[in-house]
Structure formats: C-alpha cells, structure tokens
C-alpha cells in the first residue's frame, strides 16, 4: 500500500460524458502527478500540482483538466470523452517537485462505451 | 531531455542474477536515474534510485558509469513475482517535470 488513494477504482460511462476522478495523496506529499496508461502503452504523463498549484503540462488534451485543493487532494476532470480515453489513470504524489520517489495509487480504470 | 532507450523484453528462469541496461546518451548533470517495477493493474512502485556509481539496497542494484550515459538495474536470484515490467526514468524533475516519460519499459518474465 503505497498510501495514494484514488477513486473510483472502475468506471464505465459513455461518450460524450463527463467524469471526476479523485486522488488522495500520501500524509505530508506536496505533489500530484496524473498519468494515463492505455492498454500496451506506457505511462503517459499528464500534469503535475505542487502545493495547489500547477507546475508542469505532459500530453495533457484540451478536454481534460485538473486542480488540487487545499487539503491536497486532486481531481482529474475527463469530457467529451471518446472511446479512446479509455484507460487507466493513475496518480502519483511526492513530498516535493524534484527528482524524488514518486508513489503511485491503484489507478482508476476508465472503459468508455 | 534525456531520452531512455531500454529493451522491449527479456526473459529469465528463477534463481538467475538479471540486468537491464538503460541507454540515456543526453542526460544532463542534474538528471537522476530513477527505475520503478509495473505489475499488471497496478501503478508503477519504487525501485531504486541514482546519480552514479553503485546503488544498492534490499531489492535491487543500480550501476551507472562514469559518463552517466546509461545504467544498468540488477536484479539477484529473481523469482516468479518479479515478472513485471521495468521503467527507466532519467530527469531532474526539479526543473523538467513536463518531460516525465516512462517510455514502455522492459518486459520481464521470469520462468520457473
């Protein structure tokens, strides 16, 4: 258990739908990261928050977007969805924004139909 | 941006020392080496990390030589749970957290 939590840990949703997925950071990590596994692929890194604030962009699509709160957690907003954001979507956090340990929650597995 | 070159898979019997070697030929001075283990379904975990030199601890090695242009993760006496797939990660995330690619890793299957 690494720490991370995120949820839901499925969703299934049509598209043209909107979906939140959350993410509860490790006690003390500063940091949110959001990545995007497709299946076969590698992680895609999406966006990072440090501290409520965003710190850095990866292939992130227009139709998706993020914020993390005061108490640290975070949220993935997915719209539009299309049958190709289907994936699994993991978050990931680290005490600060450096070349440090990040640790990865289960992941929300996202099937649009 | 230091680019990672890693091979696509690998294969090994339980009990075997295994390498996989990592090829990052642009790492810059503040980069880091970072190696982290992927089951299936489940989000990447920790391995080991590095600058250079020799790495060690209870799970596995990091060897990196002098030019830091590639390394090499050591993996001794593996065992069937470590079929995985491996990701080399070389960045100072500092300054390049828009750069964080995992590229696809290197499958590892380990047989009996």
């Known amino acids: 258990d690494s720490g991370v939590t995120q949820t839901p840990k499925h969703l299934i949703t049509a598209t043209g739908q909107r979906v939140t997925l959350r993410c509860s950071p490790r006690s003390g990590d500063l940091s949110v990261y959001w990545y995007q596994q497709s299946l076969d692929q590698g992680l895609q890194f999406l966006i990072q928050?440090?501290?409520?604030?965003?710190?850095a962009k990866g292939n992130i699509l227009e139709r998706f977007s993020a914020q993390q709160f005061p108490d640290l957690h975070s949220e993935l907003n997915l719209s539009s969805l299309e049958l190709g954001d289907s994936a699994l979507y993991f978050c990931?956090?680290?005490?600060?924004?450096?070349?440090?340990?990040?640790?990865f929650g289960p992941g929300t597995r996202l099937l649009v139909l | 941006l230091a680019k990672t070159t890693q091979p696509i898979s690998m294969d090994s019997y339980e009990g075997q020392e295994v390498n996989i070697t990592c090829s990052h030929n642009?790492?810059?001075?503040?980069?880091?080496i970072t190696w982290y283990q992927q089951f299936p379904s489940q989000g990447p975990r920790f391995i080991i990390q590095?600058?250079?030199t020799k790495v060690t601890n209870e799970v596995a090695s990091l060897f990196i030589p002098a030019d830091r242009k590639s390394s090499t993760l050591s993996l001794p006496r593996v065992s069937l749970s470590d079929t995985a797939v491996y990701y080399c990660?070389?960045?100072?995330?500092?300054?390049?957290?828009?750069?964080?690619?995992f590229g696809t890793g290197t499958r590892l299957q380990v047989f009996p």
């Open positions: 990660l070389v960045g100072d995330f500092t300054y390049n957290t828009d750069k964080l690619i």
């Open positions: 928050y440090y501290n409520g604030e965003e710190r």
């Open positions: 590095g600058y250079k």
């Open positions: 990931a956090s680290s005490v600060r924004q450096g070349s440090e340990t990040q640790y």
């Open positions: 642009n790492i810059a001075t503040n980069d880091y």
